[in-house]
Nanobody
Framework: QVQFVESGGGLVQPGGSLRLSCATSSVISSVYTMGWYRQAPGKQRELVATITPVDNTNYADSVKGRFTISRDNAKNTMYLQMNSLKPEDTAVYYC??????????????WGQGTQVTVSS
């Protein structure tokens, strides 16, 4: 069973910063593309950023230039540094791991989520 340990969420004022962490097993962190998704109340879950095992990254347009995704393979941990936070960034943030096998079977796992609230 795949497990994630997410941390770093909380309440921050607009313009502030937070860093989310997602720790998992070495197999997951070294093989899977990992990412962060978020879901605001009444909205669908959306992609925030992803990072491949070779550190190729992808960001949603809404967070480009403000958020940075990274991974530390020695610690089997993925991070999301969030700067210049806006009220519209308020959501539950979910850690995700995704891998498609050579036989085209996709394996996807989700963390339990961590709340980020941006408010004055």
């Amino acid at each position: 069973q795949v497990q994630f340990v997410e941390s770093g969420g909380g309440l921050v004022q607009p313009g502030g910063s937070l860093r989310l962490s997602c720790a998992t097993s070495s197999v997951i962190s070294s093989v899977y593309t990992m990412g962060w998704y978020r879901q605001a109340p009444g909205k669908q879950r959306e992609l925030v950023a992803t990072i491949t095992p070779v550190d190729n990254t992808n960001y949603a347009d809404s967070v480009k230039g403000r958020f940075t995704i990274s991974r530390d393979n020695a610690k089997n941990t993925m991070y999301l540094q969030m700067n210049s936070l806006k009220p519209e960034d308020t959501a539950v943030y979910y850690c995700n791991a995704n891998w498609t096998s050579p036989a085209a079977t996709t394996f996807t796992y989700w963390g339990q989520g961590t709340q980020v609230t941006v408010s004055s």
